[in-house]
């Protein structure tokens, strides 16, 4: 019953491949997010999406390919694996409007060869 | 004891003492805030928020505090026990067309030692 779930938990790949990231929640919320956090535990927003539609994409490259599906899913795909991807991307969710809290999934660890 | 989050510095309290995890925000707009706690090899955590019509707020052994002249957060945590230890973030909300916007500070560190 995790109310924010997300796989794989780990990846590891090589460079130049293409990988997916799924995340689901059963919260009932509209919006969902992509979070990235770098070795430094810096967390930065990427995108979110409310009820499917792309709200905030934080000039992230455009290897980076959300998709939502319907408004319980959000994943993300990406193209073309560099170094510099490693790193723990983190789902998350709220309900719809200002001001709420954000309740994250567990994490996957990217790791690129 | 009490530490600024910057380069995710550590914050190293004795178990039983109170702990005061301090945060500098940026946009003097926000009127959202939060903390996070996050353990090893999961995800972050809500502990407790604040709006910005607030100075103060108190939650269980949990306290944060809004300084919106100096825009200075901070949390502490009363009788620190072994399971408190973790990365702590306070986050600043903005609210933009649909979408909650939560930026980070860049984390506190805190160990609590026996």
Known sequence: DTAVSQTPKYLVTQMGNDKSIKCEQNLGHDTMYWYKQDSKKFLKIMFS????????????????????????????????LELGDSAVYFCASSPLGGNEKLFFGSGTQLSVL | GESVGLHLPTLSVQEGDNSIINCAYSN???????WYKQESGKGPQFIIDIRSNMDKRQGQRVT??????VKHLSLQIAATQP????????????YTGGGNKLTFGTGTQLKVEL
Request: aromatic residues 10%; glycine residues 2%; proline residues 5%.
């Open chain 2, 28 to 34: 003097s707009a926000s009127d959202y805030f939060i």
């Open chain 2, 64 to 69: 944060v505090l809004l300084n919106k002249t």
């Open chain 1, 49 to 80: 999406y409310n009820n499917k539609e792309l709200i905030i994409n934080e000039t992230v490259p455009n290897r980076f390919s959300p998709k939502s599906p319907d408004k319980a899913h959000l994943n993300l795909h990406i193209n073309s």
């Open chain 2, 83 to 94: 399971g408190d230890s973790a990365v702590y973030f306070c986050a600043e909300n903005s």
